[in-house]
């Protein structure tokens, strides 16, 4: 799970310590002592003769290792183990891996604009995104991608297929499908742009607007906006309710989790973060506008479970706190940390926790978790039963503790029905708003 507001880091020095745990050689060429444990703070010179031990353990495995070693990929590994060993968040990502995490963050990528699913071993197209090259083509829902540049793709996985579907903007690609009722396969040549991925969701049931939002992308905010202004157009008029759904949400970026919190919260604060160097502790706070004087008398519910972690824990904890909305579901994963994602020009990146986050009544929910106002559990089918339950981030080797709250010892469900009529979780949410179930807990008493 991750919580990476991007940071550029021009200049960064790197001093580190590697200890080395070596099983005995059958033949040594000479023997040393071990340095017993050092406690406390260490000198300069302490620590740059680990550096140097760092140095003579990689010499001589460039010397001597059975087979001549990948000087870079030792190095690359001694970075990730260095980092790995900080957290369970903490990590080295190499170019590839940086670049897929700068795409993942952005929400945007360059490829044809077509949500497809992997049905009975073949390429659907679930639908096609509006205004992208596949929409404007006419490449329909339904539609079966058969050949990707003339190249059959009959035994590649869903993400290989989509791997091949994007590529440069501007780059152009023949694309085959297979439409029901048409005889003959229909050839295609899309040429590549940017597309950005769909954050956020809504469907209507009846007047209750649910809006499910995926991921906190660079596109989190944008899609909340646009599917409650979607919704109010619908209706022609408020909806009863809005249900924000953050199940299994695994974050993503701050600055979206406090716009996200912000729609609907008049002023106040949203997060606070705390970290060990003053740069990295900050107050964000709500500002009024018009969307949540738009939404300020509109009843609000926000579902979550075992999977949502990290910006999800923000936004819920901070509409929680405020008494803006009542939270339904099962405790959520209990990712109280911040990363930043520090380029490292040519040689990728590095994810660093720099952080703990406080919501607005300064809980620090690391490794315990937000618990609903109302729980309400699903009905697991039996085959899922015993593997739908996950304890979180309490259960990661080497989190970083500094919870203020209980650590969780117990697991929370991750499973969402695919059928609406069979989720207890949104079900029981809608019935709440409709006033055909009631609970103290809804709607949210301010104290005093």
Do not use: W
């Not at 079966?144 to 009959?154: C, T």
């Amino acid at each position: 799970m991750r919580l990476t507001p991007l940071r550029i880091v021009a200049t960064m020095a790197a001093v580190f310590t590697l200890g080395l745990a070596c099983a005995p050689l059958i033949a040594q060429d000479q023997t040393t002592t071990p340095a017993a444990p050092v406690s406390g703070p260490r000198s300069s010179d302490e620590v740059y003769s680990d550096l140097d031990l760092f140095g003579e353990v990689f010499d001589r495995i460039r010397a001597e290792y059975v087979e001549a070693p990948d000087e870079r990929k030792l190095i690359h590994a001694a970075l990730q183990g260095m980092l790995t060993s900080l957290d369970p968040h903490s990590s080295y990502m190499e170019p590839v891996e940086y670049s897929d995490v700068q795409e993942d963050t952005t929400g945007q990528f360059g490829g044809l604009g077509i949500e497809v699913q992997m049905e009975e071993g073949v390429i659907k197209v679930v639908s096609p995104i509006d205004d992208t090259p596949a929409a404007k083509a006419g490449i329909l829902a339904g539609d079966f991608i058969v050949e990707l540049d003339g190249v059959q793709i009959q035994g590649l996985t869903l993400d290989q297929a989509v791997e091949k579907m994007r590529g440069p903007v501007g780059s152009k690609i023949k694309v085959t499908v297979v439409r029901e009722g048409v005889t003959e396969p229909l050839n295609f040549e899309l040429t590549r742009d940017i597309i950005a991925t769909r954050a956020a969701r809504l469907t209507m049931q009846g007047d209750v607007a649910v809006v499910r939002l995926a991921r906190f992308s660079e596109q989190a905010f944008p899609g909340i906006q646009k599917a409650l202004d979607d919704a109010y157009k619908q209706l022609g008029k408020a909806p009863k309710g809005i249900i924000l759904d953050l199940r299994n949400n695994p974050g993503g970026l701050v600055d979206q989790a406090v716009s996200v919190s912000d729609a609907f919260l008049h002023q106040g604060a949203v997060v606070l973060t705390r970290g060990r160097i003053e740069s990295e502790s900050s107050r964000y706070d709500a500002r009024p506008d018009a969307l949540d004087e738009k939404l300020a008398a509109v009843p609000l519910i926000v579902l979550i479970n075992g999977g949502s972690a990290s910006a999800a824990e923000i936004v819920a904890g901070a509409l929680q706190d405020h008494k803006r909305a009542t939270l339904v579901g099962t405790r959520s994963f209990g990712k109280g940390s911040v990363q930043s994602i520090i380029p490292l020009g040519a040689d990728g990146a590095m994810r660093l926790t720099t952080a703990r986050y406080y919501t607005p009544n300064n809980r620090s929910i690391q490794a315990s978790g937000i618990q609903p106002d109302i729980v309400i559990t699903q009905d697991v089918p039996d085959e899922f039963k015993g593997r739908d339950e996950i304890i979180g981030e309490a259960a990661l080797p080497g989190e970083i503790g500094g919870g203020t709250e209980e650590k969780a010892t117990v697991g929370s469900s991750v499973y969402v029905p695919a059928e609406a009529d069979k989720d207890n979780q949104l079900q029981f949410a809608i019935k709440l708003i409709e006033g055909t179930e009631t609970n103290a807990a809804f709607p949210p008493k301010a104290a005093g």
